[in-house]
């Protein structure tokens, strides 16, 4: 699999929360991936848009996703979301950016189990995740209200910057066009959710970070606690191991 230069990490997150599907009796992951423009970061996500169970998007409305995506991840077709960009379904009226959140984060946490609106009625529970991208910038902007919906809790988030040396080698691989951009990257998925033993020792083990990083968003943990547990199983299943092992966590 050839790599996007720099990005080793990056990937390898993207892939174990796009595996985190075929996990049994786990929900999705669900990715924020916060970067400067310029990051690579849409490039990251456009690598692995083609494979199966996945929905790439570069606009889209609550309204939207429900006409068109809900019924997809009902029958199991689609079992990630993956937006390019989050910026672009953010820029538009306050109304419908605050409405697409909100349904986001049922989405990617409870799960979507009743709505009706003039034009939508739904009544069947349906979980998915969701891998997106954004700058640092806009994650900041305090008119999204990210923290009060507890949005970010349910999401791993992969920060990034570039040091000069690194930004130098970049350079050096556009101009010898080994950049990796624009390549498409196949995952073999299992066909059916498999089992994964994650060990009492290591489990407790996520608990004093767990609320570390709890704390920092000013909540218990609990989240990112479970969210970790699936994750670990993730890269287990990723590597075709059926127990995770002290190299996973």
Known sequence: MTRIIELDALEKTVRATLWSAYV?????????????????KTAVLKKYRENKGIVYLTDCTAYGLTRDILPKI????????MIGDLITPLSKSTK????????????????????????????????CGLITAITDDALEDGRHDWAKMGFLSRMFLFSYSYPIPVVY????????????????????????????????????????????????????????????????KSLALMKGKAAVEREEL
């Open 169 to 232: 080698r970049i350079f050096e691989s556009l101009v010898e066009d080994k950049s990796a951009i624009g390549e498409q990257a196949t995952l073999d998925f299992p066909p059916h959710p498999q089992d994964v033993v994650l060990p009492v020792d290591i489990t407790k083990e996520l608990i004093p970070l767990s609320m570390k990083i709890g704390e920092s968003m000013k909540l218990h943990g609990f989240r990112f606690f479970l969210n970790t547990k699936t994750m670990l």
């Open 24 to 40: 049994k009796d786990e929900k999705s992951l669900s990715l924020l991936i916060v970067a400067k423009p310029e990051s690579a």
């Open 96 to 127: 419908t950016r605050q409405s697409l959140i909100a349904f986001l984060n049922n989405l990617t946490e409870e799960g979507v189990a009743k709505m009706t609106t003039y034009t939508t009625v739904w009544d069947r529970e349906v979980n």
């Open 74 to 81: 009902m029958s199991g077709e689609v079992k990630h979301i």
